[in-house]
């Protein structure tokens, strides 16, 4: 499978199909012709305020048209898009426009009634790279010598666009993505246009997408499963119905609006539309989509596949972001149980933790990548990179899993995530899926407390459903029918709801702290 460089992917798919819809955001419809015609101008006013071919840019916005327009003419002129969180924090921020050494932004005026402009009136006398601040927005606020309105400048149409910027798509960067930093400071993901384009494809292939389809966009775009779904959308020349931000009810509606016949979600997505009350009256019925991003219980997969017959993706940032898919000619079983197998094209090995070396047929081990999907490199940090690399040149994930003989893969969890409990390895994942089986309970995360006996306790932190009773106890002795007695947790915490990142990723170490504390306090 070969790769390709975005802009010319968008280049094509708009002289093939220019009258066919690209985007669409509440009242708001555009072509490909006119998305093309968009980011062309952006791209040549970000010449014109002196954006070079591989500087980064960076673009803080919800999901609105104007971020994907922004991706689009970043690839066209060349320079590497920096995706922001618009939640991040003005310390978050600084440091990661700063680290980026980001040249100009493209940034929504307000969002959720916070002032960005404010914001970033703040931080830009620390940044002197930060030469432009382009903004979205329709208010009237004074603009300084270094900010612009994006209406202004998509407005000039260039008589003669210029040419899309050359390189070589294996290795010309188009996007750094930050990490949500749950295991420790935020790190660069450098992706290439072949990382990203690459995988693009394949998940196509795999889903059968054709022009016909019509894709919910309400996985946050700054997340590389955004970014993913915007290049899938493009690479199958189909049409990307944008939520501003994902909320249950509202979608639903939206997907019915607009026949969306593919959904894209992690699995608290999903979990939330269904439970919705106007799910039951008139469920959706769409084609297929991914559910990625954390892992899938055998029992969602099931229950997602009644309305929506979705693969099961496995990947990470680091990956552009595709590893494995399940597909639909793979039996039942498989594709509830596991990840799917490698995309085309792609290579995977599991390596022993300590040794280093690969262990026998279906034993646990850290998966290891390798493929024209994984990453340049952490931006900026050649350590980080050379430590993440076998000496065969395969990525470390950082997830322990099983390589089934006939290629099938599991995920059993992250490496740093295994509760070391009195010399047993207990696997939080395992213990998840069955938690989320019981009827009184809408999800679960097991986490490690320190413990100077055992070295670690396991606390089930779980989330009843609604109107529920259920004790800590009926639980261990659910889960008492099902494992060994050293993987019953120790503990069981109930909350209201599960702290997430901006990625829809439970923050485990948050968990843990707020448990260790609470454990502390009872000593």
Not at 323 to 347: C, K
Request: proline fraction near 7%; charge should be negative.
């Amino acid at each position: 499978m070969v790769t390709g460089h975005l802009a010319a992917l968008f280049a094509r798919a708009a002289r093939e199909h220019p009258d066919r819809e690209f985007l669409v955001f509440g009242s708001r419809r555009m072509t490909y012709a006119q998305v093309e015609r968009e980011a062309v101008a952006l791209s040549e006013a970000l010449a014109g305020l002196g954006v070079q071919p591989g500087d980064r840019l960076a673009v803080d916005l919800p999901n609105w048209p104007e971020w994907v327009v922004t991706l689009i003419a970043a690839a066209h002129r060349g320079v590497t898009l920096v995706p922001l969180d618009p939640s991040l924090t003005i310390h978050e921020l600084k440091y990661q426009l700063r680290h980026a050494a980001v040249r100009a932004a493209v940034v929504a005026e307000a969002s959720d009634s916070a002032d960005f402009v404010e914001l970033y009136d703040e931080v830009l006398p620390d940044l002197p790279d930060l030469r432009g601040l382009i903004l979205v927005g329709s208010s009237d606020h004074w603009l300084d010598d270094r900010m612009y309105r994006y209406a202004d400048l998509v407005s000039k149409q260039p008589a003669l666009p210029g040419a899309i910027a050359p390189g070589d798509p294996a290795t010309q960067p188009l996007a750094i993505l930050y990490t949500s930093g749950t295991m420790g400071k935020p790190k660069g993901v450098t992706l290439s246009h072949g990382n990203v384009t690459f995988a693009a494809r394949a998940t196509a292939e795999a889903l059968r997408h054709s022009g016909d389809d019509r894709v919910l966009g309400a996985v946050p775009l700054f997340t590389v499963f955004g970014m993913h779904v915007v290049a899938v959308t493009l690479t199958a020349g189909a049409t990307l119905v944008l939520q501003e931000r994902f909320d249950a009810g509202p979608a639903l509606e939206l997907m019915r609006r607009e026949r969306v016949t593919v959904v894209h979600g992690v699995p608290t997505m999903f979990q939330l539309l269904m439970r919705h009350p106007s799910f039951e009256e008139s469920p959706p019925s769409c084609r297929s989509g991914l559910v990625a991003g954390s892992p899938v219980s055998p029992d969602l997969a099931r229950r997602i596949r009644k309305w929506c017959d979705v693969q099961i993706a496995y990947g990470l940032t680091e990956t552009g972001p595709t590893v494995t898919l399940t597909r639909f000619e793979d039996d039942p079983e498989r594709r509830a149980n596991t990840v799917g197998r490698p995309i085309p094209g792609v290579s995977v090995q599991v390596v022993d933790v300590l040794s280093g070396v690969r262990p026998g047929p279906e034993a646990v081990g850290e998966l290891a990548v390798k493929g024209p999907n994984v990453m340049l490199g952490y931006y900026r940090m050649p350590g980080e990179t050379s430590r993440s690399l076998t000496a065969e040149g395969f990525l470390l994930t950082g997830d322990l899993a099983v390589v089934e003989e006939d290629g099938y893969i599991r995920i059993l969890g992250r490496r740093a995530e295994v509760i070391m409990r009195g010399g047993y390895k207990i696997y939080p994942r395992e213990l998840e899926d069955l938690l989320r089986t019981h009827p009184a309970v809408s999800d679960a995360c097991v986490v490690g407390i320190p413990n100077e006996t055992l070295g670690e306790l396991s606390c089930a932190c779980v989330v009843p459903t609604e109107g529920s009773i259920v004790t800590g106890d009926e639980l261990k002795d659910f889960l008492r029918d099902a494992v060994a007695d050293h993987k019953v947790p120790d503990l069981v915490r109930f909350f209201d709801a599960l702290p997430l990142t901006g990625s829809g990723k439970v923050k485990r170490r948050e968990l843990a702290q707020v448990v260790g504390l609470e454990l502390s306090a009872t000593t």
